[in-house]
């Protein structure tokens, strides 16, 4: 269970899309202070996100699973 | 209290065969997580349950389309006996445990429970598999399980 690629770098105002291929439910969530959350995602489903801002996330379902994004 | 993988290494397994261990280990971990659920008020163990009730019973609903587009009734064995008559003392022992110590008993189990489990898909059940798509969702659920065990430690280290 991993954010593929569990490191992202992007450039400000840039539109990430999470696409859960996993056959257990996730979601993607703010690590440090909660500040965004997505939906709980079923398989195949997907969320998206413009980012302005570098973060840490994970999934607060399986919180081992966690990835980075880096705004250039 | 987790299952002895190893006096199993030498066994063969049909394909209904492997399909029914694979069931009834996640229906024990199912049924471990509603103890879980009921005693523990720790918020991250409670998490933790309801994750591992969620996550088995999906594996569960995986292995039950796969088995009906196979054509395949799981068939009880050895194996899937042994792990049941495992858990039965562990039900057994974590329904007696006391609320303060039940929160460790539970979490300890899952680690041990998780290892002997990814042993047994790794080197039993991979193996003895012969349907390719049965061997491809044990592949696949190898993540999961592995997941599980890492998310059990973090919860152990905090739970004294």
């Known amino acids: 269970m991993k954010f593929n690629p569990a490191e992202l770098t992007l450039k400000k105002g840039d539109t990430v899309t999470w696409i859960n291929n996993d056959f257990t439910d996730h979601d993607i969530t703010e690590e440090k202070s909660k500040a965004w959350k997505s939906p709980v995602l079923n398989q195949g489903k997907r969320y998206s996100r413009v980012i302005n801002f570098s973060a840490d996330y994970l999934c607060s379902i399986h919180v081992v699973m966690k990835g980075k994004l880096k705004v250039k | 209290m987790a299952f002895d993988f190893y006096s199993f290494s030498q066994t063969t ?3 209904p065969e492997v399909a029914a261990v694979a069931v009834t280990a996640n229906q024990i971990d199912i049924k471990y997580a509603e103890i879980a659920k009921k005693k523990s008020k720790n918020a991250e163990i409670l998490n933790f349950a309801e994750t591992m009730a969620k996550d088995h019973n999906a594996v569960i609903g995986q292995a039950s389309d ?9 068939k009880d064995n050895a194996v899937s006996q042994k792990l049941n008559s495992d858990a039965e003392q562990t039900i057994k022992v974590l329904n007696a445990k006391s609320v303060n110590e039940f929160d460790k008993a539970y979490i300890d189990n899952e680690v041990a429970y998780h290892k002997a489990v990814i042993d047994a898909v790794k080197n ?3 193996p003895e598999a012969e349907n390719l798509e049965l061997k491809d969702l044990l592949s696949n659920i190898l993540p999961a399980l592995e997941a599980h065990l890492q998310h059990a430690e973090m919860v152990q280290k905090k739970i004294k």
Do not use: A
Not at chain 2, 66 to 72: E, G, I, P, R, T
């Open chain 2, 66 to 74: 796969l088995v009906k587009k196979l054509k395949v009734t799981p």
């Open chain 2, 13 to 15: 397994l049909s394909d």
């Open chain 2, 124 to 126: 039993l059940l991979i």
